[in-house]
């Protein structure tokens, strides 16, 4: 289990490493796009995927931090901190949205002249579509070895892509019809879509670092590891969890037969932690075990054995 562990670890890193270079990238091809047309759209796209960089190495930071082992005094791991890391970037999302307004009064104020519109287009296009391929990697690796900082990075890159598909849409209506007013109403647009979505990165992350329990698809895997793996015990009940990062805690107290041995209870317990930990990549558990009049009713939610 250890090995398994490291080697998801390895793995997110390495994918958090690349998630910079990616970043850079994109950030490079859409500063460009705006330099050659001149348009307040996409400088705000741009603006977006400067933030994209920032929360990349800070995303790495937080990955590198969380995967340290623990020590005297943080006994439970460095997990949380890609939580930190996710919170960071929604506040990193917020300041973004507020340069891309002031951007876009100056244009409405100021006017906006467009410059060879088609070749930005076609350049910020370019990078929307590697945002596109890399966000669904993100979010799939992020999903699969349970990392909220690779998941919630994925998903701001989703949210920007759906943001450049609606500048690149925005900005060519602009061209065709020559209401070049509606490229700064394109920015101002696009800071309260990316807005909304560090708020919901921010209130999400707050959500984990309050101890939020497991899902219940997570949570229906854990009772069903107890049903098929806890004979010889009476009951399971209280069953609590805790995510925190990539860590699961799981705790919950465990009836057995008054006459039942502590070498017995003790297997029991080993074949539970085994079969949850295995299911479960990750997961810490934690067995109370208690005698039988400690039993509770079914309808408390307990699991019979």
């Known amino acids: 289990m250890a090995t398994s562990t490291t080697s998801t670890t390895d793995k997110i890193v390495k994918v958090a490493a690349a998630n910079i270079a990616v970043a850079l990238v994109?950030?490079?091809?859409?500063?460009?796009?705006?330099?050659?047309?001149?348009?307040?759209?996409?400088?705000?796209?741009?603006?977006?995927?400067?933030?994209?960089?920032?929360?990349?190495?800070?995303?790495?930071?937080?990955?590198?931090?969380s995967a340290k082992p623990p020590d005297s005094d943080h006994q439970f791991g460095h997990s949380k901190a890609e939580f930190l890391a996710a919170m960071f970037e929604g506040a990193m999302i917020a300041v973004a949205a507020v340069l891309i307004m002031i951007k876009a009064y100056q244009g409405l104020v100021g006017g906006v002249t467009l410059e060879h519109s088609t070749l930005g287009l076609t350049i910020n296009s370019a990078a929307t579509a590697i945002n596109a391929g890399w966000a669904w990697v993100m979010i799939k690796f992020g999903t699969d070895w349970r990392s909220p900082a690779l998941v919630a990075d994925g998903h701001h890159l989703v949210t920007d892509v759906i943001t450049s598909v609606g500048v690149i849409i925005g900005l060519t209506l602009a061209v065709w019809t020559g209401w070049h007013i509606l490229d700064p109403l394109i920015a101002a647009v696009v800071a309260v879509n990316i807005l909304t979505m560090g708020y919901r990165i921010a209130t999400e992350s707050m959500s984990r670092l309050m101890d939020e329990a497991a899902s219940p698809e997570i949570e229906a895997r854990i009772r069903g590891a107890i049903e098929?793996?806890?004979?010889?015990?009476?009951?399971?009940?209280?069953?609590?969890?805790?995510?925190?990062?990539?860590?699961?805690?799981?705790?919950?107290?465990?009836?057995?037969?008054?006459?039942?041995?502590?070498?017995?209870?003790?297997?029991?317990?080993?074949?539970?932690?085994?079969?949850?930990?295995?299911s479960l990549e990750g997961s810490e558990v934690v067995i109370h075990v208690e005698p039988e009049y400690k039993a509770k009713p079914e309808d408390s939610g307990a699991v019979p054995l």
């Open 228 to 278: 098929a793996n806890g004979i010889g015990a009476l009951q399971a009940h209280d069953i609590r969890t805790r995510q925190a990062g990539r860590a699961l805690f799981i705790e919950f107290h465990l009836v057995v037969p008054g006459s039942m041995t502590v070498d017995e209870a003790h297997a029991i317990c080993d074949r539970l932690e085994n079969s949850i930990e295995h």
């Open 26 to 65: 994109v950030v490079l091809l859409k500063y460009i796009a705006y330099l050659v047309s001149g348009s307040v759209a996409l400088f705000s796209d741009a603006l977006e995927s400067i933030v994209n960089v920032i929360t990349a190495m800070t995303a790495y930071f937080a990955i590198w931090m």
